[in-house]
C-alpha cells in the first residue's frame, strides 16, 4: 500500500517556465489537497478537491491551476513560475472523518 | 478567520516529559491534529481528538484539550533523540471539507 505518491521529489525550474506536480493516491480517498510550505511556517492550502470533476481554491491558489479527472490523480500546474513559488509542496488524501490527512513526501520546488 | 498558534522551539532533555502547546480561534473546530514532521520528510499524523474530548492518551502520548480557552497540548513522556522533530497542530471542522488550518510548527530538540 503505497498511500499518497508524489513525483518529482526535487525540481529547479527558471523564472517563466510551467511545470506539473503529480500525485496519486491509492486509499480510494474522495478528498485531495496541495498545500505549500514556506521556511518557518505552517502549511496553506492551495486548492482542494471533495471527488473527481469538483476543484476548489484554498487560502493561496493564485500562479496555480488543478484538475481531478481521476479518484487517484490530482495534478497540480504551475504555468508561469515566479520566485515566489519557491516552496515544498505537499499533497494529501482524506475521508471524510476522524482520522486526518495523509500526506506524500513532499515536492521541493526552486524557481530561480 | 481560523488562526492555530504555536511556540517556535522547544529543547528538552532525553528521559524527560516533552510538552508542546497550541492555541486557536475557531470556536466551531471539530477534530484537532498533531502531526509530526522529520527532515525532509512529509508530515505524520500521531493523534487527534474530537472537539467533545477533554483528553486522550495512545502510548507515551498524552493530548488535553481545553475547550474553554481553545488551548491544545501534547505530551510526551520518556522523550527520545527519535522524537526530534517539528510538530504541527491542525484543526478542522465539518462542512469544510475536512481542509486543516496549520499551526506554525514547533521544533522539538532532544538533547543527550
Known amino acids: 500500500n503505497a498511500g499518497v505518491t508524489q513525483t518529482p521529489k526535487f525540481r529547479i525550474l527558471k523564472i517563466g517556465q510551467s511545470m506539473t506536480l503529480q500525485c496519486t493516491q491509492d486509499?480510494?480517498?474522495?478528498?485531495m489537497y496541495w498545500y505549500r510550505q514556506d521556511p518557518g511556517m505552517g502549511l496553506k492550502l492551495i486548492y482542494y478537491?471533495?471527488?473527481?470533476?469538483?476543484?476548489d481554491k484554498g487560502e493561496v491558489p493564485n500562479g496555480y491551476n488543478v484538475s481531478r479527472s481521476t479518484t487517484e490523480d490530482f495534478p497540480l500546474r504551475l504555468e508561469l513560475a515566479a520566485p515566489s513559488q519557491t516552496s515544498v509542496y505537499f499533497c494529501a488524501s482524506s475521508d471524510p472523518g476522524r482520522e486526518g490527512a495523509f500526506f506524500g513526501q513532499g515536492t521541493r520546488l526552486t524557481v530561480v | 478567520g481560523e488562526d492555530v498558534e504555536q511556540s517556535l522551539f522547544l529543547s528538552v532533555r532525553e528521559g524527560d516529559s516533552s510538552v508542546i502547546n497550541c492555541t486557536y480561534t475557531d470556536s466551531s473546530s471539530t477534530y484537532l491534529y498533531w502531526y509530526k514532521q522529520e527532515p525532509g520528510a512529509g508530515l505524520q499524523l500521531l493523534t487527534y481528538?474530537?472537539?467533545?474530548?477533554d483528553m486522550k492518551q495512545d502510548q507515551r502520548l498524552t493530548v488535553l484539550l481545553n475547550k474553554k480557552d481553545k488551548h491544545l497540548s501534547l505530551r510526551i513522556a520518556d522523550t527520545q533523540t527519535g522524537d526530534s522533530a517539528i510538530y504541527f497542530c491542525?484543526?478542522?471542522?465539518?462542512?469544510?471539507?475536512?481542509?486543516?488550518?496549520f499551526g506554525t510548527g514547533t521544533r522539538l530538540q532532544v538533547t543527550l
Open positions: 481528538i474530537f472537539s467533545n474530548m
Open positions: 478537491s471533495v471527488g473527481a470533476g469538483i476543484t
Open positions: 491542525a484543526e478542522t471542522h465539518t462542512g469544510t471539507a475536512s481542509k486543516l488550518t
Open positions: 486509499m480510494n480517498h474522495n478528498y
